[in-house]
């Protein structure tokens, strides 16, 4: 059965921290893996990743995806509160579906 | 503005009385989906489809139905909804396909079975 598994699914870290969060796959036909913060409100996109070893980057965030141990990761550095969300991982697979981690609950103290 | 749209934003109704949730999206894209939100499980998605007349189930389609007539609208059906259908609803679009292009999810639908 194809599912994602991110962790921890909890973290609290003070501001200036560094974080680095994890989503592992097993998804048959892995086509891309996805990454969105969700605060109190609808998902939004921050990085979309289909090749190994290519780092992805806006501002303080950066994704890196490993297609042969069948994982990605997450980093934020420099930690504000307005990153305290909710980051979903998902995996898009064989036949179109797509299949969404059950998030990893980031809160920020200041 | 580009966007996803759904209606209603909120719902109480009772076991049994059917519902219909619309999701519209103005940016002609081909892929749209339905996801439900469950504290503790996540984003799953119900029903998905990858263009007009072209509707496939999700992790957890049962007890919903959806249609694709037009490229813009993706309603989700619930016929005979009961308690455990309680949750908030989300509908997502991309461009092409699935993940090959960033999903634009709606506001949210959060539904209350009684």
């Known amino acids: 059965e194809d599912k994602v598994v991110q962790s921890p699914l909890s973290l609290v870290v003070h501001e200036g921290d560094t974080v680095t969060l994890n989503c592992s796959y097993e998804?048959?036909?892995?086509?891309?893996l996805l990454w969105y913060k969700q605060e109190k409100k609808a998902p939004t996109f921050l990085f979309m990743l289909t090749s190994s070893g290519i780092e992805k980057k806006s501002g303080r965030l950066s994704s890196i995806l490993d297609k042969k141990e069948l994982f990605s990761i997450l980093n934020i550095t420099a930690t504000q509160t307005g990153d305290s969300a909710v980051y979903l991982c998902?995996?898009?697979?064989?036949?179109?579906?797509?299949?969404f981690g059950k998030g990893t609950r980031l809160h920020i103290l200041p | 503005e580009a966007q996803v749209t759904q209606n209603p934003r909120y719902l109480i109704t009772v076991t049994g009385k059917k519902l219909t949730v619309t999701c519209s999206q103005n940016m002609n894209h081909e892929y749209m989906s339905w996801y439900r939100q469950d504290p503790g499980l996540g984003l799953r998605q119900i029903y998905y489809?990858?263009?007009?007349?072209?509707?496939d189930k999700g992790d957890v389609p049962e007890g919903y139905k959806v249609s694709r007539k037009e490229k813009r609208n993706f309603p989700l059906i619930l016929e005979s909804p009961s308690p455990n259908q309680t949750s908030l609803y989300f509908c997502?679009?991309?461009?092409?396909?699935?993940?090959?292009?960033?999903?634009?999810f709606g506001p949210g639908t959060r539904l209350l079975v009684l």
């Open positions: 489809s990858m263009n007009v007349e072209a509707t």
């Open positions: 997502a679009s991309s461009l092409i396909r699935g993940a090959q292009e960033t999903q634009y």
């Open positions: 998804v048959t036909n892995f086509r891309s």
């Open positions: 998902a995996v898009a697979g064989r036949d179109d579906k797509i299949i």
